[in-house]
């Protein structure tokens, strides 16, 4: 099955694309600077365009099945949002075109911005961001930016429960704050007697993902919110759960001040294999002067003759900008098609349809794999992957197996606090057929486990490739094409 | 309406679950704020949603309707049709990062050819799997320059030409980190060499643009050598277009070099999403953040990639991590993986070579204008400055009564340099087109 890579598949002379030839007369060119050698590959059009198809066919991917993979939200991305982020119009604008000739641009960006703010309950939305991290960071600084603003200069402690993803702390540390670790209690929500002992004067604030990453409703979170608050912290959302809630809870009302969405979760832009996501952040009122530079607002409504006007502010107090330009436009439109096309039903349709799945794939493996916090989840569910009496089987194993029966596995070893978790994540736009034959699946791997063992250990045989050695990649680290010495 | 259940599907799996109604599913959400009514529309089919978003990008303006010398950071390329027709591919976008190699070769390989492709584009050891755009590269190098000294050195050397919103991301990255950043007050005129008097024993890094925002070629082996002289890194941030025809930061010896990918078949779309295109040499690539793919074999010994040294990355070590980056521009960069494939060594060549040369007629031609200036001293690519008789800010309003986008008003950011016209020009641009910008030029100037 190994595919040649591209700069194998090279032979002199050869090339993909021809550009016409200069329609002005020729300057000098730099001598002292011209480049001498310039190693890329030389490869014919056809053969590109068939080896990258080739390697293509090497994927599992939504579009070809079930890919329950936890906190990654893999819904199907609709066909139409392909086509809009595509039209000229919007696919051709320079970042930098006086704002007159982008309006169309700028004014879906500003129904973007005021679509997610009525899902949400915040006041303000930045859509800068680039991806969910990106937006954590950005929440972060602007927590930090506000207590500075008032001259509250030693709150940099950040809670982040132990159940967080990994970017949470990461973030945090990035803009300089201090981590502590806050422990789960035995219901899978925040503990209320490790977070009141850590509210003092020098409490930032509090990173918390609800649903958590247990896949529950964080039964606390009223109160967990309120202590924070009372203390003088403020709270951070980790929207990346979002599926769960379209609809159904906002999360300002909760008392969460500073969030970031998933565009590529929540609201059905491709992942792309790892990306580009897209990260907005909502802010309540208090916040919203330290959003990332710029923000799109309307400037004028408009009126019979007049259509309404946008333009690209900087908010006095903000933090500065993110990234460059304003942020991922193409995922925005992708983004805001999906929004329209479901309007508020629709979204909310999407949560009850989520949190449904999960529940009906939960409740037939139960019996079988061990859930350790057991309620009623909400869009994913985390599960047990070992048995006292099939020793030597890890949630690894049984993933690999799941390879063999067509479906992408479940994610492994996350959260941190269930020892081999498999986080299950149906998402809304799954057939009841599919989730039946999922958990057969996951039915005759518990038994295999038990049986003979030994095909969960050498699985996967049916995909293109068998388990593949990670140590020796790390050992060796070849991380780019070894060319021969006359390339 | 992408959901698929019918009323009898949800009631068997209600059954199963043991619930009456899907909203016993939500009984411990607290009752007050619970199922609110959204102040939003109803749903429309995709038919309406198309003509919808039709005529909302009709509003837009493009370079289809006008003519475009505006760079400053995204430039208007020819994409091979080849490049979107790998991206359609719904095996790559509808997959996720590929933590499950067996059924990921595709992402994987792919990783690995943009990593070996943006080593040998910038002439260093190892690249990796992207950043989300130029200017968070940028900032990501200062991130690793401030952690390869362990945070001991706070100094960052900033040339002011490097692009005005990477400046403004390295400042707004760094505000936890209580680094003290130097260059950018000194002229915009300057360069590379006068920023060496800044260079110190606590110095982490020295930070340059090449070509640098105006569109300018220097010499940086002094500023290397200064830099190197102090065991400082030195990161260079490269158009990648140019680099088909001037020489690689590598021979500069940079140790970080940083680009914004969006030239290599990326769409300029309003700003995003872009390519942070990330290089360095094989020393630092375990203070390197982002991902990486590496080769490695299967149980049967099939050659294979894995993502690999994640022990650097957050998903492990948390607040002890390189950097919070977790999704990067997967997508984008398998774009640029194409295009470069596409192009190969004598495309790009070719290509540098068109736009050096269109750049270089237009800027002799905007000079024959009676009060318009370009340096015929300095050396550039497809991009330049242009001293104007008039603010910049008015030379762009005249041109766009014609349907001219004109050039990046360099005042905007440099208080001192309201008569400068940032022009850029690339393939796209014919010769009547830039004969046409300095007819105009040559009208509404007259006095």
Known sequence: MTEPTIFELSRPNRKGIRFPAPDVPLSELPKEFLREELPLPEVPENEVIRHFTNISQLNHAVDIGFYPLGSCTMKYNPKINEETSRLPGFSQI????????????????????????????????????????????????????????????????????????????????????????????????????????????????????????????????????????????????????????????????MGIDVMHFNLHKTFATPHGGGGPGSGPVGVIEELADFLPAPLVVMTSAGDEDNPAFYDLINPEQTIGRVKSFHGHFSIIVRAFTY?????????????????????????LVKDVYHIPYERTCMHEFVAEGKWEDAPGI???????RLIDFGFHPPTNYFPLIVHEALMIEPTETETKETMDA?????????????????????????????????????????????????? | MY???????????????????????????????????????????????????????????????????????????????????????????????????????????????YQSLIAAL??????????????????????????????????????????????????TYTKGMDLEIVGENLKPEAGPDELISLIDDQTALVLVQYPDFFGRIYDLTKLSEAAH?????????????????????????????????????????????????????????????????????????????????????????????????????????????????????????????LN?????????????VPGFMVNPLQPFFNEFVVHCPLPAAEINKLLMAHDILGGYDLGQDYPDLTHELLVAVTEMNSRSEIDFMVEVLEEETHD
């Not at chain 1, 349709?349 to 999960?358: C, F, G, Q, S, T």
């Not at chain 1, 890890?394 to 690999?400: N, Q, T």
């Not at chain 2, 690249?127 to 952690?147: F, I, K, L, Q």
Request: proline letters at 5%.
């Open chain 1, 94 to 253: 320079h970042p930098l075109q006086p704002v007159e000739t982008v309006q169309g641009a700028l004014g879906l960006m500003h129904e973007t911005q005021r679509w997610l703010a009525e899902i949400s309950g915040f006041n303000t939305v930045s859509l800068q961001p680039a991806a969910g991290a990106h937006g954590e960071l950005t929440g972060v600084l602007i927590i930090r930016a506000y207590h500075r603003s008032r001259g509250d200069t030693k709150r940099t402690k950040m809670l982040v429960p132990d159940s967080a993803h990994g970017t949470n702390p990461a973030s945090s540390a990035m803009s300089g704050m201090k981590i502590i670790e806050l422990t789960s209690d035995d219901r899978g929500n925040i503990d209320l007697d490790a977070l009141k002992a850590e509210c003092d004067d020098t409490l930032a604030g509090i990173m918390i993902t609800n649903p958590n990453t247990l896949g529950l409703f964080d039964e606390n979170i009223i109160e967990a919110c309120q202590l924070v608050h009372e203390s003088g912290g403020l709270v951070y959302g980790d929207g990346a759960n979002m599926n769960a809630l379209l609809g159904i809870y906002k999360p300002a009302e």
């Open chain 1, 339 to 363: 929004m329209l096309s479901l309007g508020k039903n629709g979204l909310k349709d999407v949560a009850i349809h989520a949190v449904l799945n999960a529940n009906y794939i939960q409740a």
């Open chain 1, 394 to 400: 890890r949630a690894l194993d049984i993933s690999k």
């Open chain 1, 438 to 487: 999922f958990v057969d699946a996951l039915l005759q791997i518990a038994n295999e486990a038990k049986t003979d063992p030994d095909i969960l250990h050498n699985a996967p045989t049916k995909a293109p490739f068998g388990r593949l050695d990670e140590v020796k990649a790390a050992k060796e680290l070849i991380l780019k094409t070894q060319l021969p010495e006359d390339y």
């Open chain 2, 3 to 113: 959901t698929s259940h019918t009323q009898a599907d949800r009631e068997a799996m209600l059954k199963t679950i043991g619930v009456d109604k899907v909203e016993d599913l939500f009984q411990c959400l607290p009752d007050e704020g619970k199922f609110p009514q959204l102040a939003l529309p109803e749903g429309i089919t995709e038919m309406e949603a198309l003509d919808e978003l039709q005529y909302i990008s009709s509003v837009n303006e493009t370079p289809q309707e006008l003519i475009s010398f505006l760079g400053a950071g995204a430039y208007n390329h020819y994409i091979p049709a080849g490049v979107d027709s790998i991206l359609r591919r719904s095996e790559f976008y509808t997959a996720y990062t590929p933590y499950q190699p067996e059924i990921a070769q595709g992402t994987l390989q792919s990783i690995f050819e």
């Open chain 2, 122 to 171: 910038t002439g260093m050891d190892v690249a990796n799997a992207s950043h989300y755009d130029g200017a968070t590269a940028v900032a990501e190098a200062v991130n690793m320059a401030y952690h390869n000294f362990r945070g001991r050195r706070k100094k960052i050397v900033l040339s002011p030409t490097v692009h005005p919103q990477y400046r403004d991301t390295i400042h």
């Open chain 2, 229 to 353: 002289a102090e065991k400082a890194l030195l990161s260079v941030h490269i158009n990648p277009i140019a680099l088909g025809l001037i020489k690689p930061p590598s021979e500069f010896d940079a140790d970080i070099v940083t680009g914004e990918g969006q030239p290599l078949g990326i769409p300029m779309a309003f700003g995003g999403p872009y390519l942070g295109l990330f290089a360095t040499k094989n020393q630092y690539v375990r203070k390197m953040s982002g991902r990486l793919a590496g080769e490695t074999v299967d149980t049967q010994g099939q050659r294979g990639y894995v993502l690999t040294l994640s022990t650097r990355e957050q998903h492990i070590r948390r607040e002890q991590a390189t950097s919070n980056i977790c999704t990067n521009q997967g997508l984008i960069a398998l774009a640029s993986t194409v295009y470069l494939s596409l192009l190969g060594k004598n495309g790009l060549q070719e290509l540098a070579s």
């Open chain 2, 356 to 368: 050096y040369h269109k750049a270089h007629y237009a800027a002799e031609r905007i000079s024959t």
